[in-house]
């Protein structure tokens, strides 16, 4: 079955430090992965997807098969990147499914 | 228009009153989808809707009744629901139909109901 593990529930950075949202995924085919966040009161809105392969609001993230990962990285965090964010998994056969993580509260602290 | 719009922002309803969501989209997408979303917690797929018609349901309980009256709306009607039921309830919609073989759309979703049952 497929799986996204976000292990950190919470994380808190201060602003300008690097920050690193972990994501690892189980699934043996072609996964599709990306990252979605939700600022506070406010929708959840598509940040990244592993085939577009861009940079969106200096947030990046490279799908590593050999690890099953695909980690969401900013090398300088700013305070308005608070927000929860989701990893989530697609797959060829999956009819547009998607299997989210449990997420992750990423706070930035001034 | 490029924005799912989801209405009413807030419902609070007894365990035997009947009511709708309503979701509706102007971006000529051709799926829809209805998620369920605990605090705290990431959504999970209720029903999704391709071209009018229910493609997938995700084994949600019959007081949950998704209705697509055309390709722009999608409802959701709601009767004799219980406490455990209340939770923001999102509805997105994508570009394609989804199909095997193709990359996964992005889905676009809209601020979600609130809703609450007493």
């Known amino acids: 079955a497929q799986r996204v593990t976000q292990p950190e529930k919470l994380l808190s950075v201060f602003k300008g430090a690097p920050v690193e949202l972990k994501c690892n995924y189980s699934?043996?085919?072609?996964?599709?992965l990306f990252w979605y966040v939700q600022y506070s009161r406010q929708r959840l809105q598509l940040l990244l997807r592993?085939?577009s392969r861009e940079s969106i609001k200096g947030f990046t993230a490279d799908l590593n098969k050999g690890e099953t990962s695909f980690h969401l990285k900013k090398p300088f965090a700013q305070e308005e990147d608070s927000a929860m964010y989701y990893c989530a998994l697609g797959w060829e056969t999956s009819g547009s499914r998607l299997t989210f993580g449990e997420g992750t509260q990423l706070t930035v602290n001034p | 228009d490029t924005e799912v719009t989801q209405t009413p922002k807030h419902l609070v309803m007894g365990m035997t009153n009947k009511k709708s969501l309503k979701c509706e989209q102007h971006?000529?997408?051709?799926?829809m989808y209805w998620y369920k979303q605990k605090a705290k917690k990431p959504p999970e797929l209720m029903f999704v809707y391709s071209y009018e018609k229910l493609s997938i349901n995700e084994s949600v309980p019959s007081r949950f009744s998704p209705e697509c009256p055309n390709s722009s709306l999608l409802n959701l009607h709601l009767h004799a629901l219980q406490p455990e039921d209340s939770a923001l309830y999102l509805c997105?919609?994508?570009?394609?139909?989804?199909?095997?073989?193709?990359?996964?759309?992005?889905?676009?979703f809209g601020p979600g109901t609130r809703l609450t049952v007493l």
């Open positions: 971006m000529g997408h051709r799926a």
């Open positions: 699934y043996s085919g072609s996964p599709e």
């Open positions: 997105a919609s994508s570009l394609r139909i989804p199909s095997r073989g193709r990359p996964t759309d992005t889905q676009y």
């Open positions: 592993h085939i």
